[in-house]
């Protein structure tokens, strides 16, 4: 009798079972990435007038700083007068740049005089002092999970 009572102790691995297993893991490991997943809010200051978009750039390199079509992400919007906010969710946390700026006349880029100098306003985070081309380095900044919030001023 006693023998009868520990087959249940014989545990034999079915297909069903395993495939069932498989897919638990993969739904745990899914879950656990996406909770570490981490929403950037971003507070835009000073803006002169509501003609135009403003256009949110989110860059993780130094390479593609500045360069609106390697950002990891870029997000436009109508221009609002004042004060106004973006989002940026499901962003892996760690380091990196924004760069944000006034498209007044809605062409989609940061109009420049002499190649070099801005037309509209714009701003890069943590609001540095340019002289010269901005730096990555001196934009850079980390971003955590659940929520980060940064701010930028729009300068003319």
Request: charge should be negative; charged fraction near 20%.
């Given at each position: 009798?006693?023998?009868a009572?520990?087959?249940v102790?014989?545990?034999?691995s079915?297909?069903?079972m395993?495939?069932?297993?498989?897919?638990?893991?993969?739904?745990?490991?899914?879950?656990?990435?996406?909770?570490?997943?981490?929403?950037?809010?971003?507070?835009?200051?000073?803006?002169?007038?509501?003609?135009?978009?403003l256009?949110?750039?989110?860059?993780?390199?130094?390479?593609s700083?500045?360069k609106?079509?390697?950002?990891?992400?870029?997000i436009?919007m109508?221009?609002?007068?004042?004060?106004?906010?973006?989002t940026?969710?499901?962003?892996?946390?760690?380091?990196?740049?924004?760069?944000?700026?006034h498209?007044?006349?809605?062409?989609?880029?940061?109009?420049?005089?002499?190649?070099?100098?801005?037309?509209?306003?714009y701003?890069?985070?943590?609001?540095?002092?340019?002289?010269?081309?901005?730096?990555?380095?001196?934009s850079?900044?980390?971003?955590?999970?659940?929520?980060?919030?940064s701010s930028?001023?729009?300068?003319?």
């Amino acid at each position: 009798m006693l023998a009868a009572n520990l087959d249940v102790f014989n545990y034999q691995s079915t297909p069903v079972m395993t495939t069932h297993t498989i897919a638990f893991a993969l739904l745990l490991a899914a879950t656990s990435v996406h909770a570490e997943a981490a929403r950037l809010t971003v507070h835009i200051k000073d803006v002169r007038e509501a003609t135009g978009n403003l256009r949110v750039s989110l860059f993780r390199d130094p390479e593609s700083f500045r360069k609106e079509d390697r950002a990891l992400k870029v997000i436009s919007m109508p221009a609002v007068k004042g004060e106004t906010k973006v989002t940026f969710d499901g962003i892996e946390p760690g380091k990196y740049a924004l760069m944000a700026y006034h498209d007044e006349n809605g062409d989609g880029k940061l109009n420049l005089r002499l190649g070099m100098f801005p037309t509209e306003g714009y701003a890069l985070s943590n609001n540095p002092k340019v002289m010269g081309p901005p730096k990555f380095a001196d934009s850079i900044f980390d971003v955590a999970a659940p929520e980060t919030e940064s701010s930028l001023v729009i300068a003319y």
